[in-house]
T-cell receptor, first 114, second 112 residues
Framework: AQSVTQPDARVTVSEGASLQLRCKYSYSGTPYLFWYVQYPRQGLQLLLKYYSGDPVVQGVNGFEAEFSKSNSSFHLRKASVHWSDSAVYFCALSRGSALGRLHFGAGTQLIVIP | EAAVTQSPRSKVAVTGGKVTLSCHQT?????MYWYRQDTGHGLRLIHYSYVADSTEKGDIPDGYKASRPSQENFSLILELASLSQTAVYFCASSADNYAEQFFGPGTRLTVL
């Protein structure tokens, strides 16, 4: 079985501060990992993905994530957040071999205070 | 620009009634998916399809049917809507099982 845990339901940061959103996964094989963002009243948009290779992957709008097999983690980071980054962020896992079946975490709501 | 659209964007249904949610994609993608999102939870896969005229069960298919009459269209059908099916429903498409999924804006369904 596989699962994704996002331990922080809500994170509040000040504009310009750095950010880390945590994601832990459970899967015995090599996972395909994703971060999606959901802005209010919109669908999910892909921020970045990790399939293999360099454990640090770059995404859109200055986001990056680091894969750690030893820690079973895929944390999302940003050096300096903007108020427009306020949204819900979802971490997701695919086994790769299944037909595109993503398993999502519960999401972390990010609130950026101007 | 490639897009996934859903209709209706919101709907109020009565318990025991039939509800059909529609999804249309212009991405030319083979794979399409239906998810539900409950408050405070991530998305859960209901049904998916990788070719027209064929659908597969996801993780929570009970109480739902799906129909894929063409590559572009994928419907989710609630034959007998129940209170527990109140949720936001998202449709998505992807080129293949490893590719990024593109999501529609969602349909907010309220069953009374």
């Amino acid at each position: 079985a596989q699962s994704v845990t996002q331990p922080d339901a809500r994170v509040t940061v000040s504009e310009g501060a750095s950010l880390q959103l945590r994601c832990k996964y459970s899967y015995s094989g090599t996972p395909y990992l994703f971060w999606y963002v959901q802005y209010p009243r919109q669908g999910l948009q892909l921020l970045l993905k990790y399939y293999s290779g360099d454990p640090v992957v770059q995404g859109v709008n200055g986001f990056e994530a680091e894969f750690s097999k030893s820690n079973s983690s895929f944390h999302l980071r940003k050096a300096s957040v903007h108020w427009s980054d306020s949204a819900v962020y979802f971490c997701a896992l695919s086994r790769g071999s299944a037909l595109g079946r993503l398993h999502f975490g519960a999401g972390t709501q990010l609130i950026v205070i101007p | 620009e490639a897009a996934v659209t859903q209709s209706p964007r919101s709907k109020v249904a009565v318990t025991g009634g039939k509800v059909t949610l529609s999804c249309h994609q212009t991405n030319n993608h083979d794979y399409m998916y239906w998810y539900r999102q409950d408050t405070g939870h991530g998305l859960r896969l209901i049904h998916y399809s990788y070719v027209a005229d064929s659908t597969e069960k996801g993780d929570i298919p009970d109480g739902y049917k799906a129909s894929r009459p063409s590559q572009e269209n994928f419907s989710l059908i609630l034959e007998l809507a129940s209170l527990s099916q109140t949720a936001v429903y998202f449709c998505a498409s992807s080129a293949d099982n490893y590719a990024e999924q593109f999501f529609g804006p969602g349909t907010r369904l309220t069953v009374l």
